[in-house]
């Protein structure tokens, strides 16, 4: 027997981005973290939570990484450690789902800090816009008479292709809201009216 599952708008979605030191969870740090929650529906900008995070050593910010959200050691030296920015998402993420832009790479990077740390992981469910772009492209191809072939993945080339307005890239905070705004109009593409229909 299936538990029923809540209505979309009755749950809780941590949106989050990290910004990262490279693309390996096992190797490479997480350098920042954004998170903001839709609540009924709604981006709620007050409840966002952002921290730079300090890595263990300073070559794990690598140059390749650089290039893209501009982070250097000077800027993360004195943030705090991972241990105690995963206190403030653990306390997010059990309130309700997260939610993520590309869940391979955010979800692999969380887990594996959680086993570092030494903490339980809370195995929310997970929302991922990357899943819903595809759902909705396949859903496209038999109700539209012209139906993209591919989706773009890319956040910005998402948003701009949902009309959404362009945010500077690579902040997580920013990245964070980008996603929960691009989720907002997925939700509606896609016909989801359960959690279930999200995940």
């Known amino acids: 027997m299936l538990l029923r599952s809540p209505s979309w708008d009755e749950v809780v979605y941590w949106s989050l981005d ?7 969870a096992k ?6 973290v954004g998170m903001v929650a839709v609540r009924e ?3 709620k900008l007050g409840e966002s939570f952002t921290s730079l995070v300090r890595p263990d050593r300073a070559e794990l910010v690598r140059p390749p990484s650089i ?3 501009q982070l250097v050691w000077d ?3 004195d943030a705090p450690p991972v241990g105690a920015v995963l206190e403030e998402i653990d306390v997010r993420l059990r309130q309700g789902a997260l939610l993520v832009h590309h869940a391979g790479i955010d979800v692999a990077f969380l887990q594996h800090a959680y086993k570092v740390q030494g903490r339980r992981w809370p195995r ?13 492209a396949h859903k496209a191809r038999f109700t539209s008479t012209n139906p993209e ?6 956040l910005g080339e998402a948003r701009r292709n949902a009309r959404l307005p362009e945010y500077q890239a690579h902040d997580a905070l920013m990245d964070a809201i980008a996603t929960a705004e691009l989720f907002l109009v997925l939700r509606r593409k896609v016909g989801a009216r359960t959690l279930r229909d999200l995940t």
């Open 67 to 69: 290039a893209a959200h």
């Open 18 to 24: 990290l910004e990262l030191g490279g693309l390996d």
């Open 124 to 136: 929310p469910a997970v929302v991922d816009t990357v899943a819903l772009l595809l759902k909705a």
């Open 75 to 77: 800027e993360v030296r």
């Open 41 to 43: 529906g709604v981006v």
């Open 149 to 154: 072939e591919v989706p773009a993945l890319n």
């Open 27 to 32: 190797r490479d740090a997480i350098l920042a």
